[in-house]
């Protein structure tokens, strides 16, 4: 309703004779890139709004993607809807860095800026409350959904979310760069809505492969890959065990089972403390692996020295921080190594579709570079563009750093030991304020480094 009201007004606004803009042209022939761009965001909404979930109280819009049905995991096969909107939301992208990629010496180019800046002032309008040209544009708009009611304040969400598009897309196109990933400072909410859909979809795909399901299992109708409705029974091949020492608490996805959530949790480690390239590039280079921890400065010295400076405690924090950060990533890498190469691990994916499934997606979040979004819950999932190579890099990470990360283990131990960080005595806490702080640090550490070992059930 928006944009047929905007295309209404643009082109009653300019006379036919001297006058023939995009928006024009491309309602004869449908085939202008701003009138793609429009009709992938429309495609996004239909899309969206096909699935939509029936509720009195609530109610959910299309252009944020809130009316997509979640993939329920007691229901095989449900993601079905999320994986063609995130196709429609794709194809947006496609026609931004179309429009971007349209060369600066095309007359068209600046055409199209002009047009793109007059929706973007036009949406101003239509989202600011008690503007009257605004108003009247809400009240039209509202009266068009003739098959529901639209109450006139919810295009106000509707055209801020586009106007943010729409102001970014014409930023990027001043910029002069070649695709909407090498624009500084432009993010689009299209953007943000396609990665959060592609982690939804990845996790829904990791608990389908790895995760018990509980309850009463169903197939979603309609979805044409008939694997995709399989449930794998990897979670009645493994189990994931801790120390009996170490409490994780009652939410533990090792006590829930939750091998999916694990696995997330090491990837994100991985691309943390590593980064993504060394493992999707044709070059391969292994990380820095340290060799030596605490051996030598007031971290060897413990508590036989008069005094602690704050100078000397931030060294000692600092370089237990840097060993808990190495030996996190050297553990994570261990138990993707591990799991993924568990018996009969590899064949039951392939029984239920195998990992291209998700390889897919996360080559969408590669391709867009939605890792560089800001915040993300996606971006380490890019490191499943090619899980075998994934696999291949990572055992290598881990047999190359397995020795240090037993000398880290060792010396975090010994580090606990050396300050008496479980002592009860009240004097030497006050005259070694230290102690206590290290033993928080290295205690929470533990959340980091502590990945389950593998066993048979």
């Not at 503007?131 to 708009?141: A, F, K, M, Q």
Request: aromatic residues 8%; hydrophobic residues 35%; proline residues 4%.
């Amino acid at each position: 309703r928006l944009f047929g009201a905007f295309s209404l007004l643009n082109n009653a606004s300019v006379t036919s004779e001297h006058t023939d803009t995009p928006l024009k042209r491309s309602r004869r022939n449908d085939k202008s890139p701003l009138m793609l761009l429009l009709q992938a965001y429309v495609d996004v909404e239909r899309l969206s709004l096909d699935q939509v979930m029936t509720n009195k109280k609530v109610q959910f819009t299309g252009f944020d993607d809130s009316s997509t049905k979640p993939p329920r995991d007691s229901i095989l096969g449900s993601h079905w809807d999320r994986h063609k909107t995130i196709q429609a939301m794709e194809n947006v992208l496609d026609q931004v860095n179309r429009i971007i990629q349209i060369d600066h010496n095309d007359p068209s180019r600046n055409a199209i800026i002009q047009q793109l800046v007059t929706l973007r002032d036009f949406l101003a309008k239509v989202q600011t409350e008690g503007d009257e040209y605004g108003t009247s544009i809400r009240e039209e708009c509202s009266k068009a959904c003739t098959q529901s009611y639209w109450a006139t304040d919810r295009f106000i969400k509707a055209a801020k979310f586009y106007n943010h598009d729409i102001a970014n897309i014409v930023e990027c196109l001043e910029q002069k760069q070649t695709s909407l990933a090498d624009c500084s400072k432009v993010e689009l909410q299209v953007e943000k809505l396609l990665a959060s859909s592609i982690s939804r979809t990845i996790r829904f795909h990791l608990r389908r492969f790895f995760n018990p399901i509980y309850g009463t299992i169903i197939e979603a109708p309609d979805v044409k890959e008939a694997c995709w409705k399989e449930q794998s029974n990897i979670s009645d091949m493994i189990q994931m065990t801790l120390p009996e020492w170490y409490d994780p608490g009652s939410n533990s996805a090792v006590g829930d089972g939750a091998v999916s959530t694990v696995i997330s949790i090491a990837l994100e480690t991985i691309y943390q403390r590593f980064g993504a390239n060394r493992f999707l590039t044709e070059h391969f280079e292994l990380p820095h692996i340290p060799k030596q921890f605490f051996n030598e400065g007031p971290a060897q010295r413990g508590l036989d020295q008069p005094a602690i400076s704050i100078e000397d405690q931030e060294t000692i924090l600092q370089a237990t921080y840097d060993t808990q950060n190495f030996l996190s990533a050297a553990k994570a890498c261990r138990f993707i190594s591990e799991l993924l190469k568990w018996p009969g691990v590899e064949e039951e994916i392939a029984r239920v579709g195998g990992w291209s499934i998700i390889e897919d997606y996360a080559k969408v979040l590669y391709r867009h570079r939605l890792h560089r979004l800001s915040p993300s819950d996606s971006a380490h999932f890019i490191l499943l563009c090619d899980v075998s190579r994934l696999l291949d890099r990572i055992q290598t990470c881990w047999e190359a750093m397995e020795d240090s990360a037993e000398d880290a283990t060792t010396a975090l131990n010994e580090l606990w030991n050396r300050f008496e960080c479980d002592t009860r005595k009240r004097k030497l806490q006050e005259r070694y304020p230290i102690i206590n702080v290290l033993k928080d640090v290295l205690e929470d550490g533990l959340k980091y480094h502590m990945f389950p070992d593998l066993a048979e059930p």
